[in-house]
């Protein structure tokens, strides 16, 4: 693997799916399985109660700079500001909403939600750590 770090001025062009956060191991970050009452993570072997389950940022963006486009995915914490609450505190929101209108798809983003996302970010330059 390129050990090559650097940073990439970009403007978001698009964001490439709506499910931006998901249930994290707390040793190695890698996704993990959930079902009704437990979860485990395929990579490390962790297993626990799914209540307890940490939740975690990715968000997938399609950038572009003044050359290329790429697809680029932003993890954890960094995005906080963004949310303005943990990935913890966005999941419960999430839940607690999908309950009210009757979702029964869990992964799912609320399209207030999805919409608020995008206009935050397309169009948008940052500056990416790659």
Do not use: H, W
Request: with cysteine.
């Amino acid at each position: 693997m390129n050990s090559v770090r650097g940073l990439l001025a970009a403007s978001v062009i698009a964001i490439q799916n709506s499910c931006f956060i998901y249930p994290a191991c707390q040793k190695c970050c890698s996704r993990l399985i959930l079902d009704s009452r437990r979860f485990s993570c395929l990579k490390c072997g962790c297993t626990g109660e799914a209540k307890d389950a940490s939740y975690r940022y990715r968000l997938s963006l399609k950038i572009a700079d003044t050359n290329d486009l790429f697809d680029i995915t932003v993890f954890g914490g960094c995005l906080d500001p963004f949310f303005g609450v943990t990935a913890e505190n966005l999941q419960r929101c999430i839940q607690d909403l999908n309950q009210l209108s009757g979702e029964t798809n869990t992964d799912a983003s609320p399209g207030l939600l999805v919409q608020a996302v995008e206009t935050c970010f397309i169009g948008k330059k940052f500056i990416f750590g790659v």
